[in-house]
């Protein structure tokens, strides 16, 4: 409007028309300087958002599996303590003793002994799991009618196994330290004060017994896990004839998934617990895994192979649904504008 004065006072000769047009062209000028401030501003508040959250795809995608892994296991982390205690029988041979006994002697923080430690181990391994099996799942697919790079072969189950076996070479140590710290409380004054007692005692190798029959146990266990969790999701698909699976649903298929691939390589989930640990307290060192297997069958029967599957389906159900359920609203969130 100061511009319309001006251009008034000096340029007396310009005719009415002229001055009308001259104003509605300094007031659309304006408005569009206006208009491109404010997109300047809308730009720099995006490009300060986006340094915190701009992570690129595979970015988002590890941290929508850190964020599952972490949120599901301190959900469940009674249940695993319990677990870990039936699986090695100390304290008790069922889920009531077990949680008697933790509850008068160590009270209710006594059920998240080692949870910490936990999710630092599964935040991390989740993140890899999901990010491998995605990633291996996507190169074996077929694309653009071009056959896959296994076309004989099922994609979930190798995509399934590659991610677990990566997860577990990763993080292995960090799975030794928890279920020491679980089974005895009073041996250690943390994570650190373990990781050097068992370095300094028992040799860096040590970090790394059951490591054998944890590889040998994912394989099928994440084949399992995925196979089923994908073949559910394509049946549940093509029932609904939906492209979208909701949360609930996810959740109940990931549970199922879950139980039956604990259910199917649970024996060598016994035999790496027994073998992690180790000598302590007078318990017996076994050579391998077939020499674990031989001896807790030995030992305690068929069944003692399966101490503690209720337990670890209580635990691993609800623990797989969780996590599958948060990794993809998570990853459908962070990767909207790249999945549409």
Known sequence: MISFMVNIHFEKKKKPWEILLFFFKDSEETIAMGAREQAAQERRKRRRLGFKLKLGPNGRRLLSGAIAGAFSRTAVAPLETIRTHLMVGSHGHSLPEIFHWIITNEGWPGLFRGNAINVIRVAPSKAIELFAYDFVKAYLSPKDGTPGKLAFLPVSPIAGSCAGISSTMCMYPLELLKTRLTIQPGEYRGILHALWRIVSEEGVLELYRGLAPSVIG?????????FVYDSLRSLYKRCSKTDRVGNIQTLLIGSLAGAVASTSTFPLEVARKHMQVGALKGRVVYKGTL?????????????????????????????????FMCYEALKHTLLEEELV
């Open 218 to 226: 994912v394989i099928p266990y994440a084949g399992v896990n995925y």
């Open 291 to 323: 020499d674990a297997l031989r001896g807790i069958a030995k030992e305690r029967g068929l069944k003692g192979l399966y101490r503690g599957l209720g337990a670890s389906c209580l635990k691993l159900m609800p623990a797989a649904g969780l996590s």
